[in-house]
């Protein structure tokens, strides 16, 4: 194991581990991270860990790279223009790495975001707010609640238009809450970055331009997903919050819309609208929308993916840990191995619903076709039509949080609140 | 509820529900879904459960429609034609379905075969067997070893191609565990039918003929799925077993290879291989393959999807219940709530290794990026790269049947065995 006694953060080094070679700024050692790794920002902007075991030699290639100045613009309010509040939760896009510290800050005072990015200026008044500032995979129910609160309180002190940075990893899970839990006349736009905003490639400022854009112009309401469209920065995509899902680890267009078609798109600082997409249809049709906050979820709910040899044992600990809901990600048109129907018929006798969704992720359950679907539900599963599993779970959070009334939280779950469940074509 | 009394299995019937009319055939009841259910046999060949609670008027159409005649023809081997088995473990393309007792004949002997499908005998030699009749989404991993044994059975008798008819729902997770059970110097080639075989739409016969083409012409070894490239009968992907995944609930074209490119296509009995695929490099490039026979599986591993708010008291379960293995579905680069770091520490010390895949599914999992990657690294997660989840909770039950030391454990997890990792291309 190497020695880094003669290096210090914002070096410029070359490592050579025992599978390749690795240049770049040495970041400071993070709480438990520096036991075993060495952690370098590279020239394309992203950190990486290298195991300190496999690290063979180092070089010095420039020392202690200084900080970059950053001149603060001063925001100037045009009152033609619509007002926007931009609100971050942390993640990759609420950062601008500083590489002398390797500290993330986050910047966002209205002069921060225009000086950060000065087309903001142009787009609208934005106001900023940090509400927290966490990586989304540990962003919890709770929080989706302190989010629709501050959105609640920025609409009803007029914005216009609301911007929600946030990280990616749980951005479709936290942007099917928001769906549930606000009825809003304006657009609530959530984006984010896959890619650090110091990075050459960074995706942060056209996503943030984009979201901004669709929260300024837009004139029906919703919650929404902006991202990129394709790899390079042509166009974002507009997705429904209910029917988004990040669909790889790392591209820029990771975000898809899934079972639907798009809202529409930002190109060149326009929105082109997919009119016959239902999805356009769904939310621009929705007049005379009031604003009303309804976050009420029941936190012991639980989504679990079937996999062949599931025991029982799986559903039996969710009963005895009481939780109040169940959502089974099935196979196909929605399925379970059916020695698990005596588990499930005991998990509903004990008032848990199930609802039933597929990992085929594309396509609609139907437990009508097939006699094990048929022996679904006989028990009293419920089908979740073509809704994500992921909103289907969240959505089921929501329902509890207003209802265990079997029937009241059937019927709830199979209404149509955000555009989650699309229309039956036919049976495929 | 309206009574049934008057009609007979066989009859034609036009049953208003609430909803809507459907005209069908009506099926035999089965046992558990008669209650609630009248299930009738749609012109679209689609069997379709009516609530009876919503069946407001029942009109005959037809009386009793007589079973069709089918004429057995008689197969005349060839000696110059390569000799394939066809082997059924039941599911949709498995079936034809018998109007009068609406039960499922399975048609497996070569006699029966090329009677459903003559163009079988043009292109080898078949012989069938049934080995099991289950729906796939009834299959265990017990099961996967009973295919396998079959398999070996067969290419040791001589067979120079397989076929494996079997049920769509999780013939992902069955040709992973082909592929790590199964060293073959033959083609192993698992099709199915999205729809009935007796539909007029049914892509039935067109992935079977396709399956066995593969399996008689090809000259490499390596278990692969055959099905449907797009929703026409155009062409057939051969997808490699481990890299493949039902991606729709309905759809003929509803399986996909995930992170590679499909080995080849299969088009009017041609096969035309993808020869810059790194499947195709990777099975081609396999010589001198020599059949072998290694199924050997730990039954107690489990597959976990992560979901926002998910408790300690899930994977708690899976320690206190003596569980071998954990595979964690996490989101983006392969992370989880850092709140579930403790328990997982726990797992891991209780000699439960624990791996991660992503719920982007698309893309690799690379924890060295993040904060919460580079803890879990240091607690001892190790990263499933771009291994599907299905793949990789199937070969952790193969590695952990055969050992239970925790480095060989991960050294086999990490070392490509049939194509389920792919090589590196960049940090992308």
Known sequence: MKSLKNFKTGDKLKIDSEDKGYTGILMPRSELADEKFIVIKMDS???????????????????????????????????????????????????????????????????????????????????????????????????WIEIAREIYAQIKKGADGIVVAHGTDTMGYSAAALSFMLNTPVPVVITGAQRSSDRGSSDAAVNLIDAATVAAKQIFGGVFVVMHGESSDSFSLIHPGTKVKKLHSSRRDAFKTVNALPVGKVENGRVVYFKNSNSYKFFSGQKNKELKLDAKLEKKVALIKYFPGMNEDIIKNLIDRNYRGIVIEGTGLGHVNENLIDILRTAIDAKIPVFMTSQTMHGRVNMRVYATG??????????????????????????????????????MMLTNYAGEISGKTNID
């Not at 601008?96 to 142009?122: K, Q």
């Not at 809704?387 to 959070?397: C, I, R």
């Open 374 to 411: 048929r022996k679904l539900l006989n028990i009293g599963v419920i089908s979740c039509e073509d809704m994500l599993s992921e909103t289907a779970f969240v959505k089921l959070m929501w329902v509890l949080g207003h209802t265990r009334n079997h029937e009241k939280v059937r019927e």
């Open 45 to 143: 902007g992203y950190n990486i860990g290298i195991e300190r075991e496999q690290i063979k030699n180092i070089t010095l290639i420039k020392s202690e790279i200084k900080k970059e100045e950053f001149k603060l613009k001063k925001a100037v309010p045009d009152e033609n223009k619509p007002k926007i509040s931009i609100l971050a939760t942390g993640g990759t896009i609420a950062s601008r790495i500083d590489y002398i510290t390797g500290g993330v800050h986050s910047a966002f005072s209205a002069d921060e975001l225009i000086s950060a990015v000065p087309e903001l200026e142009e787009i609208a008044n934005v106001s900023g707010r940090q509400i927290f500032n966490k990586f989304s995979e540990n962003i919890n129910p709770g929080d």
